[in-house]
């Protein structure tokens, strides 16, 4: 079940082209599908319009759960295009996988934990920069002291600790739900009977990953918010 | 080799991290999000600021032309009210007036009256004096003339000198 990976060096830089190609596609549809449904503008809103809004107002609940919207509506727009490109992401793997000469080409791009852990830095990252930038570098600095001073190196190690778990919560989950897929398909339709006692798990598994592509892009948007709204937020 | 797979990191279990992935992806989706910002989210938000702002000016103005329509109706109501009592008292002073005219009226009738019938009075009185004027003067000459004749008749000597004596008497008396 074990696929070779597609890597090159460029500039003293591993690259696995699956990868590369993967997130492209998945940006490119993210990208049209936004563009495309919000080209014909209207205050009576149709079609994909409506769709898109309610996307957006959907974020914006999350981001309301969290934190004031005087704090948090700077962070709109980061939220929605989020939870689509991981949705978009989690959803690609499903349908097929494309092996070429045993090198896996065709996956979501978040069963990659390099993917889903860079993710999960640029937020962990962008919480820390808006906390210092919202609230001072002081105010910012006193949290990691809170409640007790001797708190600090738990504080430090949160921080790690969330940042992993956000990029492998999405990393695992995906991961499993393609290597359970690859499983059926390869290891149990060999023959003809065995493709049809694969067909119906086949069929509920994948129903199963679509709920949890879009679980976990929602709770990939959800605990962005919070752990953005943990640091700029002054009131928790 | 199957569960190889499920270990964590055996796709990426080559040799090292592949930091190019981690690069382009970093930026994919940095692009990704300020090309949505530019081509998606923003005229979406916008129109959707617009249309809040549209239906809150609309709510707005239905209020504000409720509460006109409210003052209009109360101003036209007060109005009502007004040119009612106004009627009103229209009447009123129109019956008052009507009264103090009837009033005047029967009184400078009632005055006419009098004075008329002072004048009647009073033309009656001279026509009744003059009559008797009249009538006296007539007395006093028919009464001279019957005088005349009667002294002329029964005057004689004797009588005559009885007269004279008489008055001389008297004269001779009241000295």
């Known amino acids: ?236 | 080799m199957l569960t190889n797979s499920f270990v964590l990191g055996a796709a990426a279990a080559h040799s090292g991290v592949n930091w190019g992935d981690i690069i382009f992806q970093l930026v994919m989706f940095i692009i990704l999000m300020v090309l949505l910002k530019i081509f998606a989210w923003g005229p979406l938000m916008g129109i959707m600021k617009q249309r809040e702002e549209h239906v809150a000016g609309e709510i707005s103005a239905a209020e504000q032309s409720r509460v006109e329509a409210k003052k209009l109706l109360e101003e036209q109501r007060s109005l009502l009210k007004e040119a009612r009592s106004e009627a009103q008292v229209l009447i009123e002073s129109a019956k008052k007036q009507g009264d103090i005219q009837r009033e005047e009226i029967i009184a400078v009738a009632r005055t006419e009256a009098d004075r008329m019938k002072e004048s009647a009075k009073l033309e009656i009185e001279q026509q009744k004096e003059k009559a008797v004027a009249a009538i006296r003067e007539q007395v006093a000459s028919l009464s001279v003339l019957i005088a005349s004749k009667v002294i002329e008749k029964e005057l004689n000597a004797a009588d005559q000198d009885k007269l004279i004596n008489e008055y001389i008497q008297e004269a001779g008396d009241k000295r």
């Open chain 1, 1 to 236: 079940m074990h696929h070779e990976a597609p890597i090159v060096t460029f500039l003293g830089l591993q690259f696995n082209l699956a990868n590369i190609l993967m997130i492209t596609i998945a940006t490119a549809i993210v990208f049209l599908l936004a563009v495309l449904s919000t080209r014909k503008l209207a205050m009576k809103p149709t079609g994909m319009q409506n769709f898109m809004e309610w996307v957006m107002d959907f974020v914006k609940n999350i981001i309301n759960s969290t934190m004031d919207w005087k704090d948090g509506g700077r962070f709109h727009i980061l939220g929605i295009t989020i939870i689509m490109y991981i949705f978009v992401s989690n959803m690609l793997g499903l349908p097929f996988s494309i092996v070429v000469d045993g090198v896996l080409w065709w996956k979501s791009p978040t069963a990659d934990p390099a993917v889903t852990l860079t993710l999960a830095t640029l937020i962990v990252g962008l919480s820390h920069f808006y906390g210092v930038k919202m609230r001072g570098a002081g105010a910012y600095g006193k949290e990691f002291f809170k409640p007790f001073w001797f708190m600090f190196p738990i504080k430090i190690i949160e921080e790690f600790a969330n940042t992993l778990t956000l990029g492998l919560r999405l990393y695992g989950n995906i991961y499993a739900g393609e290597i359970l897929l690859s499983l059926l398909a390869a290891g149990l339709a060999t023959g003809v009977g065995g493709t049809i006692a694969a067909a119906l798990p086949m069929l509920v598994w994948q129903g199963f990953s679509l709920f949890v592509g879009a679980i976990q892009s929602f709770i990939f948007c959800m605990l962005t918010m919070v752990y953005l709204a943990h640091k700029v937020s002054s009131d928790h």
